[in-house]
């Protein structure tokens, strides 16, 4: 959870110095260099969080394996042509899991930096709107649907010049890394019309009797005209909903807009009816989100554009005046006399007539947005909580807790998450090849091997035995071999003695064992066989075979014994 706070206290910490005080484009774009930075670094070596990572990384791995032609890997990709190139990208260029998620991430990141730098008027509310409306949360998750929101967002430039229909093949060119992009289409020629507090009353109120409907138009919609989507309808996902609680940010944000524009931030921004209009519909899917979430996925091309419509709006409440004589060019709202309206008497005396109107109105979106942001990381939103990274795959249990229970601790890990245990645990570590260790170690895995000693890549043995002992982070004994490799050895400080047997492909015998006595404490299963001893208790801590002769890295233990059997002489 630290890589979060850290995050946040970077960008309020540098907000005065590099953006408030005597700001400057150069200063601004220092700024939000070292922001995004600090994204691409915690978005590039995260691992396993996000309720879809390993869904994508599954897809990734199927795609590279593929023998199909070029041609026919993209006719029969499971995903939108834009995000099949880029996993042929990454399979040219090694096809690691790694190397994709360095390219999607640069690609989410970099042109809502650019966008951020260049047009927001507060460069550091854009970079805080990003992080605790959840749009960095949706990245870690929510990946095509973040690659097309990033090139929507690149439309803004079009926008403001009203080049309608550049904005609308930018679209498209969005829904060729996710669909949902087309939503953004219709939301953008309805937000052309003129906000009227009568359109927002009869839009919404149609709005909400489509809201009492839904479900039956869904079926219908889904049924007849897209019906690769149908198979959502008897799912959670559309028969669920998200708390009210998510409501309120996209209200208030709405409220804010609609009152900018009706005290005259319309004359000053050409672009301020569309905006105000895009939070208004974004307010309306949000509605519907509260009974159908997964909706969610469709508002991120349309909500996206608060980062840069709220600092917008602040600025516009910087020159509202309440009574009196206004500042030259801000908009004057004036009243007969100061006793004739209690409201303007309030925000006279409270805001100072209206001085600092546009303070209160940050603080509220400070204090809804980060209390909205602590609501969403208890709730665990998008599985992206904890952070785990490539380097350390399971951070939830100290070292005194790893030489108690085994049982809880080890069955049912991922591979990364074991290599993590074992590194952070006193252990005696001993690995062997039964058959063939493959060639599927990904970047995280070979980290997490080098960490514990490994040097030998185990990518490359090409069928070939592999033994290898390891303490402290260092290699005790390890080697390779055509052969069988059995070596009687000491560990645990020289109080127990095994003998391991490894035999590859290339050997007369495929096996994988760690023997005491007559008692094998491997699985002695196809792949890597791990046996793993604590060194102050001189137990046995870990049995497991993780099959590494695919992605999917099969995992086999052998738990019965697990801490409960003394290892002797």
């Known amino acids: 959870m630290a890589v979060y706070y850290i995050l946040m206290a970077l960008i309020i910490g540098l907000a005065y110095p590099l953006c408030i005080r005597n700001p400057s484009k150069k200063k601004n774009i220092i700024y939000v260099s070292i922001i995004f930075g600090y994204m691409f670094l915690m978005s590039v070596f995260r691992y396993g969080i996000g309720n879809d990572f390993y869904t994508y990384r599954r897809f990734f791995y ?17 995903f939108e042509p834009g995000y099949t190139a880029l996993m042929e990208i990454a399979r040219l260029l090694g096809g690691d899991y790694f190397v994709l998620t360095v390219i999607v991430v640069l690609l989410i990141l970099m042109p809502t930096a650019f966008i951020t730098a260049k047009y927001s008027k507060m460069p550091w509310l854009s970079c805080w709107l990003y992080l605790t409306v959840t749009f960095f949360y949706n990245s870690l998750n929510f990946t095509r649907q973040s690659l097309a929101v990033s090139v929507i967002l690149l439309s803004w430039k079009f926008i403001k010049e009203k080049k309608h229909w550049a904005v609308i093949l930018i679209a498209l060119a969005a829904s060729l890394f996710h669909m949902s992009a087309l939503v953004f289409i219709p939301i953008y020629l309805l937000s052309l019309i003129k906000p009227s507090v009568k359109l927002y009353g009869i839009i919404g109120a149609a709005a909400v009797a489509v809201y009492i409907f839904s479900q039956t138009i869904l079926e219908f919609v889904l049924g007849k005209f897209l019906s690769s989507y149908a198979h959502y309808l008897d799912t959670v996902f559309l028969k669920v909903g998200l708390s009210p609680v998510y409501l309120v940010v996209p209200a208030v944000f709405a409220v804010l807009a609609i009152a900018a524009y009706l005290t005259g931030w319309k004359d000053k921004s050409s672009e301020s009816g569309l905006l105000c209009n895009l939070l208004f519909y974004n307010l309306l899917i949000w509605l519907f989100i509260t009974k159908h979430f997964i909706l969610e996925r469709f508002t991120l091309p349309i909500y996206i554009f608060i980062i840069l419509s709220v600092p917008e709006m602040i600025e516009h409440f910087r020159e509202i005046r309440f009574g009196g004589k206004a500042a030259k060019g801000a908009h004057f709202k004036d009243s007969k006399t100061e006793s004739d309206n209690a409201v303007v008497r309030f925000f006279s005396y409270a805001l100072k007539k209206g001085k600092y109107l546009w303070a209160a109105v940050t603080a509220i979106v400070l204090i809804v947005t980060v209390t909205y942001n602590d609501f969403c990381i208890k709730e665990g939103v998008h599985g992206v909580f904890p952070y785990e990274s490539v380097f350390d795959a399971a951070t939830e249990f100290t070292s005194e807790q790893l030489k108690t229970d085994y049982r809880k601790i080890f069955p049912s890990k991922t591979l990364q998450q074991y290599l993590s245990l074992i590194n952070k645990g006193n252990y005696t570590t001993v ?38 002992v390891f303490s402290g982070g260092k290699a005790i004994y390890e080697m390779t071999s055509e052969n069988v490799i059995e070596e009687k050895l000491a560990i645990c400080d020289n109080s127990v003695y095994i003998t391991a047997v490894s035999g590859g492909l290339t050997a007369d015998m495929q096996t994988g064992r760690v023997m005491i006595g007559d008692e094998n404490y491997t699985p002695n299963k196809n792949g890597l066989n791990f046996a793993v001893f604590d060194n102050d208790l001189q137990k046995i801590a870990a049995s497991q075979t993780y099959d590494t002769t695919t992605y999917n890295y099969t995992c086999t233990d052998t738990t019965m014994f697990y801490g409960e059997v003394l290892i002797e002489e």
Not at 62 to 78: A, G, H, P, Q, V
Not at 436 to 463: E, P, R, W, Y
Request: with cysteine; proline share 0%.
């Open 62 to 78: 199927n795609y590279c394996s593929s023998d199909l032609s070029l041609t026919e890997r993209f006719l029969s990709s499971d």
């Open 431 to 468: 690995i062997c090849v039964n058959g063939d260790s493959g060639d599927k170690l990904d970047f995280s895995a070979k980290l997490l091997m080098k960490k514990l000693g490994v040097k030998t890549d185990l990518n490359k043995l090409d069928g070939k035995s592999y033994l290898g």
